[in-house]
């Protein structure tokens, strides 16, 4: 059943007020019903109320209207009408419906016509709207006064046209009247008729104004009820419900509409144990289903009854009540013979079909139209005899295993405490645990109870378990039991020792005291598991907050080079906890120095270092080497440092692999049983190979076209050509060089710089110093265009030409300036071997 958390309007109990009635028979107060007049109402604002009885021998009905005088209801008025037929012969009509206007202060009746057969008749032999009668509430003397015409017809068969042979005209079949409070329009459920053979007609609604017209009405054109909804009923904002084989729906309030009709209560018997809906026997004919003045909604259910704790099979009627948001507050009624006797309280007859009506302050009655001893039934706040609810002490559960009362639980179990109720379900449960939290279930649980918790603290504690049942009789239940929760322990967690020393070390961690005071905290320490050996935390008090806090404790007469095992350990009110088992090394550690690198070539170099063992034999010697501080490449040292002393030994290594001209890091490193050590960085770079070329040529990258770069082009390659790898002077000091400028640069111009390689002395004679310098040998320049090679004559300084027939070859270095088209800048440099003229011979 679709229900929420709705509190039940009850108070302490909720049962029969009273009942009065009970006599079958045509005097004042007693009751005459037959299967053609069952109908009653209430006028919810004094809970008078107007019973229809008969019909007589003169095919008359009479209202009864029934208030509380002295204590009990006795009849105080009553009326006599009379339907009348559109058409003979005659036959008495039938009456279906009551209802009861408090603010008009009417109430009305409907009497239903059975059409006649004939040959060009549709729907024939079925009930029909025929007439709506209105009498006054206010009585003169010991009569209720009609409204309206003569005889009480508000509206009579020219508006409902009963007899109309005109498909959809006439209301077929009707299944009760209800008022609308907002605008006091009578509504009248019943059928309309779709003119097919064969088909069934549809569910509809018809209004009635106050002055006797038709209003609007509802069809379900989508046939969503397939014929089977009864009962309208009106809540205090309009909205009308009605009864639905297994919900209560509401029609949507345009009675001009089409849209389908939508659930406010559906009721899922798969999961329901002790109501069963819709309640038997099936109200064919309207009255079960009513809706008080605070929105209360009343309806027919079926009691399960439970005998001793078990479900004995047997259901009685009683009266289910939901809140306006369709949530369900419980149910009334459902005792039997077995446990009340034949005239005991709170029991529904079952051999007719009993209605049911609001009254004021939440108050239901229900009318049972038994023809031996017909009665009316009034439930409500106060009343009693009903059958009650009860609920055993919660029961405590770790892991599915049951733990007794007495038996203490760990805090950091989880239990799942649990009740089972007879008579009832929990519509919601209210749990105070006693450790300060009270979380609320308000998801139905029907006859067992459950929830899982994991309590916040220790100690002997009371557990209270409200239940909201839906046996209004016994609305809520309150069960309580004590549960013995040890407290909890303090989490230690063990750090990591930092500082660690030759022969000391700081052990560190964190302890939560979860709450509870921690009595003893420390460090338990030594060379194996074992321990042996234990110091204090610092600080020695950790207070009760629920929040880690760091403790140490500092050791010393350690050994040198020794593994230590070691914990932490805390111990509160709720036990104790060990954290995690960790080690540490003494030192020393080896002592290492990185030295140089020696014996530098293009691909080799030696690594070089000291290693001090430290007293500890040193079981690893390596260098890291790279062309960065990350190294990536180790080499072992050639030789371990032996023995286990304290003095520097020498260490070194080859490393393999190694570029020309790049520049490489390295360290030492080296490890013994302490652990090991690393050496600061050091760096050496490769030598170069020589570059000896036969022309020597200087480039730049070629300059890009592209229109669619801001920058400027990169210079094109400006190339300078000699005639081999050597070049001759003539007897002038002059030689010839050539100039090239690719197509793609534009054009080439710059300098050409010749000086000797390295340092000479320039001159000779008898000077008391004569400093060796690089001389400047000769300088020219050139431009050239795109594509074109030029013969460029360098003329050699007097200097240079003395120095060259001095020295008869010189190493020459070129260097070249160029810039392209663009302006883009380009230097190079080659060597050349040059040459002094040869000598002539005669």
């Known amino acids: 059943m679709t229900v929420g958390a709705g509190a039940a309007a009850a108070q302490a109990s909720y049962g029969e007020i009273g009942h009065f009635g009970g006599e079958k028979g045509t005097e004042p107060g007693h009751l005459e019903p037959s299967s053609e007049a069952a109908a009653f109402g209430v006028n919810p604002k004094d809970n008078s109320v107007y019973v229809v009885d008969l019909p007589d021998e003169k095919n008359e009905y009479r209202i009864q209207k029934f208030e509380v005088v002295g204590g009990k209801y006795k009849v105080v008025a009553s009326v006599k009408f009379k339907p009348a037929d559109a058409e003979g012969p005659e036959e008495p009509d039938v009456v279906e419906g009551l209802a009861v206007d408090p603010t008009l202060k009417r109430v009305y009746v409907l009497a239903v016509e059975v059409r006649p057969e004939g040959e060009k008749r549709i729907d024939a032999f079925q009930g029909a709207a025929s007439q709506l009668f209105a009498f006054s509430t206010e009585q003169s003397g010991e009569a209720l006064v009609p409204v309206g015409s003569e005889g009480g017809v508000l509206a009579g068969p020219k508006i409902l046209k009963p007899l109309s042979n005109k498909v959809g005209e006439s209301l077929l079949e009707p299944t009760g009247i209800a008022v609308d409070p907002t605008n006091d329009d009578v509504i009248i459920m019943g059928n309309e008729g779709t003119g097919e053979e064969g088909s069934e007609p549809l569910v509809a609604l018809e209004r009635i104004t106050k ?179 009860t609920a055993t002490v919660p029961t405590a559960k770790v892991t599915g295993v049951l733990v007794p009362e007495a038996e203490p639980i760990p805090s950091v179990d989880s239990v799942t405490l649990s009740s089972t ?19 609320t279930v308000t998801t139905q649980q029907y006859q067992t109870t459950e929830v899982t918790h994991q309590f916040a603290k220790g100690g002997t504690l009371e557990i209270t378990e409200t239940i909201h049942t839906d046996d209004l009789e016994t609305p809520e239940i309150v069960e309580h039991r004590k549960i013995h929760i040890l407290p909890p322990k303090p989490t230690a967690t063990t750090g990591e020792a930092s500082p660690v020393a030759n022969t000391t070390a700081t052990l560190k961690g964190t302890v939560n005291p ?76 080896p002592t290492v120095v990185t030295g140089e690198a020696s014996s530098i070539g293009q691909t080799s170099a030696t690594l070089s270092a000291t290693v001090d063992p430290e007293g500890a034999a040193v079981s690893n010697c390596h260098f890291d080497y790279g062309t960065s501080t990350s190294y990536g490449s180790s080499v072992p040292c050639a030789t371990l440092p032996a023995g286990s002393g304290t003095s520097p030994i020498a260490v070194s290594a080859l490393p393999a692999g190694l570029s020309s001209g790049t520049t490489y890091h390295f360290r030492i490193v080296a490890t013994n049983a302490s652990g090991t050590s690393y050496g600061t960085d050091a760096s050496f770079m490769t030598s170069s190979p020589p570059k000896i070329e036969e022309e020597p040529v200087v480039t730049t990258p070629t300059t890009s076209t592209s229109s669619t770069t801001s920058s400027p082009p990169p210079p094109g390659p400006a190339v300078v050509t000699l005639a081999g790898s050597s070049a001759s002077a003539n007897a002038a000091g002059a030689f010839a060089l050539k100039v090239a400028c690719p197509a793609d640069a534009g054009s080439c111009s710059g300098t050409v710089v010749l000086k000797t390689a390295k340092a000479v002395v320039a001159s000779v004679g008898h000077a ?23 013969i460029l004559t360098l003329h050699l300084s007097a200097k240079a030409r003395a120095l060259l027939i001095r020295m008869h070859v010189l190493s020459v270095r070129v260097t070249i300036v160029a810039r392209n088209s663009a302006g883009a800048p380009y230097t190079g440099t080659a060597t050349v071997t040059l040459r002094a003229p040869k000598a002539k011979h005669h």
Do not use: M
């Open 211 to 389: 002055t006797g017209t038709l209003g609007a009405r509802y069809v379900d054109s989508t046939n969503y009820f397939e014929g089977e909804a009864v009962s309208p009923a009106v809540s205090p904002t309009g909205k009308v419900y009605v009864e639905n084989v297994d919900e209560i729906d509401e029609i949507p309030s345009n009675f001009g509409s089409s849209a389908k009709p939508e659930p406010l209560v559906t009721f899922d018997p798969a999961f329901e144990k002790l109501t069963i809906f819709p309640g038997g026997p099936y109200p064919y004919y309207g009255g079960s289903l009513a809706i008080g003045e605070e929105g209360t909604i009343y309806t027919k259910a079926s009691i399960v009854q439970q005998l001793e704790g078990k479900i004995t099979g047997f259901n009685y009627p009683g009266v289910l009540e939901f809140n306006s948001k369709g949530e369900e507050e419980g149910w009334t009624g459902g005792q039997s013979v077995a446990t009340v006797g034949a005239n005991g309280p709170c029991k529904i007859g079952f051999n007719a079909i009993p209605s049911i009506a609001a009254g004021k302050e939440h108050t239901v009655f229900v009318y049972e139209p038994i023809l031996a001893s017909p009665k009316i039934l009034e439930f409500g706040p106060g009343g009693s005899g009903c059958a009650t609810a």
């Open 421 to 439: 109720l007879t008579q009832a379900n929990a519509l919601s449960v209210e749990w105070d645990f006693g450790d300060g939290t009270t979380p």
């Open 514 to 589: 979860n709450g509870e005071a921690v009595t003893s905290c420390k460090f338990e320490y030594g060379t194996s598991s074992s321990f042996g050996s234990s110091a204090a935390c610092t600080p020695s008090s950790l207070g009760s907050g629920k929040s880690a806090v760091a403790v140490s404790a500092a050791i010393s007469s350690l050994a040198e080079h020794t593994i230590y095992h070691y914990r932490l350990v805390a111990i509160g009110v709720g036990g104790t906890s060990e954290g995690s088992e960790a080690t540490l090394t003494t030192g020393p550690k």
């Open 768 to 790: 008391a110093k004569r400093k060796a310098a690089i001389l400047v040998l000769a300088t020219g320049s050139f431009s050239v265009g795109g594509g074109q090679v030029k």
